[in-house]
């Protein structure tokens, strides 16, 4: 139904910017609920930052609120995570994915984009 393409990882040193961009076709993702999640190696899966279909409410992680912003641009049909003040702890494959509603598990997935954070 949608496939979903992240960009923008790389390398940056500790109190640097990124910003994340969750491309998608297909669907338009105005009809999912957006939300990013990160893995480090030896490490579960955690979540980010979630953005709803409805009313672009926002969400985020304790561990990055106040640092990173999750925004969506329908036109563009594109989810971002704006990474700012970023920690060697931050250093993770980032995920985006998608679901229809709040009673779906996160059933579109993109292949990821790996940020790495140095001191």
């Known amino acids: 139904q949608v496939q979903l393409v992240e960009s923008g990882g790389g390398l940056v040193q500790a109190g640097g910017s990124l910003r994340l961009s969750c491309a998608a076709s297909?669907?338009?993702?105005?009809?999912?609920?957006m939300a990013w999640f990160r893995q480090a190696p030896g490490k579960e899966r955690e979540f980010v930052a979630i953005i709803s279909r409805n009313d672009d409410s926002t969400y985020y992680a304790v561990s990055v609120e106040g640092r990173f912003t999750i925004s969506r641009d329908n036109a563009a049909n594109t989810v971002y995570l704006q990474m700012n003040s970023l920690k060697p702890e931050d250093t993770a494959i980032y995920y985006c994915?998608?679901?229809?509603?709040?009673?779906?598990?996160?059933?579109?997935w993109g292949q990821g984009t790996q940020v790495t954070v140095s001191s």
């Open positions: 994915a998608a679901r229809v509603s709040s009673t779906t598990n996160f059933n579109y």
């Open positions: 297909g669907r338009t993702l105005s009809t999912y609920t």
